[in-house]
Each structure stands twice: as C-alpha cells, then as structure tokens.
C-alpha cells in the first residue's frame, strides 16, 4: 500500500484517454512505481514524447513533459539533457512515431550515447490514426493500408538498438508489470543512451499476431548468465525467430555526449585563453 501511495505522486491527476484493454495502462504503472522506487524529483525529470498513443504519456506523470510533433521526440530530448544535464530524460513513443517518420533519429542518439532513456511501445499497428500498418507489423496482415496483405517485413526495434550502437538496450512486456519496472530503473540508472523495446497488444486494432495470448505462449527470458557485452550473443537473442525474449540484451559502458562536450569545452577554453594572452601581449 505504501508503495502504491509512492508511485501515486508521480501521478499528474489527468485520466489517461487509452482504449480499455489497451497495453499502455501496464507501462505506465511500471513507470511511475519504478520512478517511486527511484525516489526521483519530479522536478528533476523530463518527459518528450512525439505523435500517437503512446506520447500522450507526458500528460499523465508528474513532470515537466513536452508533446512534440511526429517521430521528433528524440532530438528534442537530447536538447533539454544538453541544456540541463542535471535532468533525468525519458522519451516515449510508438513503434510508427519512432521507427517510420521519426527512424532517421535513432542510429544519432544511439551512436552519441546522449545519457537518456527511450521507451518504444511497440503494438506493431497505428492505434491512434484507426489500424494501418506500422514499420514492426508482421507479414501479411489485413489493415486499412494493406485490405489485401501487407508485404514487407517487419522492423525489429531492438535489433536496430543493437547495431545502431545503444550502450543499453532491452525489451520487456507490458503484462510483465514488475519485470518491466525493474528494466526502467536499470535503464534509467544506466550512464548512456538506455534503449528499451516495449511489447503491448492495441486491444482495438490489434490484427497482427502482437497479442498477449501469443506474446505469453513464446516468451521466455535472457539467461541469467548473458553477458550484455557480447553484441553477437545479444543479437541472436534479440532476433531469436522461434521465442520472444525478454531482458537485458546489451549493458556497456562509454562516454556519454555529454562527457564529450565538457572535453570540446576545455579545449576550447585553453585554446579561447591562449589567444587572449597574445591579444594582450601585442599592447603590451
């Protein structure tokens, strides 16, 4: 009970508007308990989020929060942590925000190793736009955009996490409440970009096989004895075809953007400073 009253004050008192049945309740409990757990100020955490289901989240936690435009929520994060880096950062968005209209962002935050986190809701469909199909929907589906199968193969959020070069990255599953909260906390206390993969079932446009009946029929978890600095091993697991794994796939450690910006800065000032001693010295 004590916990829960914890995790209430991270609340903002603003009824989330998802569908009944809709995944997104369980990330967002894992959320604010994990935030509780955390014991973070809620003046010193940020939330951006992009367009869709998903980045309707700020609105929901007691933060400072920023509902930005469509598939750009990760830019913008990077820029509140660089101009504040005492703030704890999360993004959130959706498999269609963050990996169509807003792709071209991840492999920058990844590689830059910008010291935030990112929540990707992954239900594999455009809830909020009425059912067409999304960069993670599976083959052949019938939706709005594809009424006689959809062709493509689906994108793995997880494993692009992998190869972009995320030095933190997992996936967990809405159902799996406390498993779920136990990976934000990791990530969140990671020193690095954490990148965390979401699974969720749309519970009314959901004609993929992302549901939670299949989902729990081929879970299983990353083996206690992974090493999370083996990316050949992560990426086997992260792309397993036969079962869905949940876990901890990649864990390193490198400076962040922001341990490189107070190099540039230093240099900068010596240099800034030598020109200023022979400035000086020409009116001597």
């Known amino acids: 009970m004590e916990e829960q ?3 209430c004050e991270y609340l903002s008192g603003v009824s989330p508007v998802w569908c009944p049945g809709c995944g997104y309740y369980g990330i967002l409990s894992a959320l604010v308990e994990g935030l509780a757990d955390l014991k973070l100020p809620t003046n010193e955490l940020a939330l951006i989020s992009g367009i869709g289901c998903s980045s309707r989240l700020p609105y929901f936690v007691k933060a400072y929060g920023f ?3 469509h598939g750009r929520g990760l830019p913008i994060a990077q820029g509140v942590k660089t101009a504040n880096p005492e703030l704890t950062v999360l993004a959130v968005g959706g ?3 963050g990996l169509a209209i807003g792709g071209g962002h991840l492999p920058h935050i990844a590689r830059n190793n910008v010291d935030m986190t990112y929540l990707l809701f992954n239900n594999a469909i455009y809830g909020m736009t009425k059912g067409q199909f999304s960069p993670t929907t599976v083959l052949f589906p019938t939706t ?7 062709l493509g193969d689906a994108v793995n959020p997880s494993a692009l996490a992998i190869v972009y ?3 933190f ?3 967990g599953f809405s159902v799996k409440k406390e498993h ?3 990976l934000i906390i990791q990530g969140i206390q990671h020193r690095g970009f954490s990148f965390i993969e979401v699974l969720a079932s749309c519970s009314s446009f959901n004609t993929t096989d992302m549901n939670v009946a299949r989902i729990i029929k081929n879970l299983q978890m990353v083996p206690e004895d992974h090493n999370p600095e083996n990316g050949i091993e992560a990426m086997r697991l992260a792309t397993d075809k036969e079962k869905i794994n949940l876990g901890v796939f990649v864990r390193s450690q490198r400076p962040t953007l922001g341990d490189r910006f107070q190099e540039v800065q230093k240099k900068a000032k010596g240099k800034a400073s030598a020109a200023m001693e022979d400035l000086l010295a020409q009116f001597a």
Do not use: M, Q
């Open 169 to 171: 990255v997992a996936r």
């Open 144 to 150: 709005k955009t594809s009424p006689f199968g959809f």
């Open 5 to 7: 009253d914890r995790s």
């Open 95 to 97: 498999d269609g925000d």
């Open 180 to 182: 779920l909260k136990d």
């Open 67 to 69: 509902h930005s435009i």
């Open 165 to 167: 070069g995320a030095s």
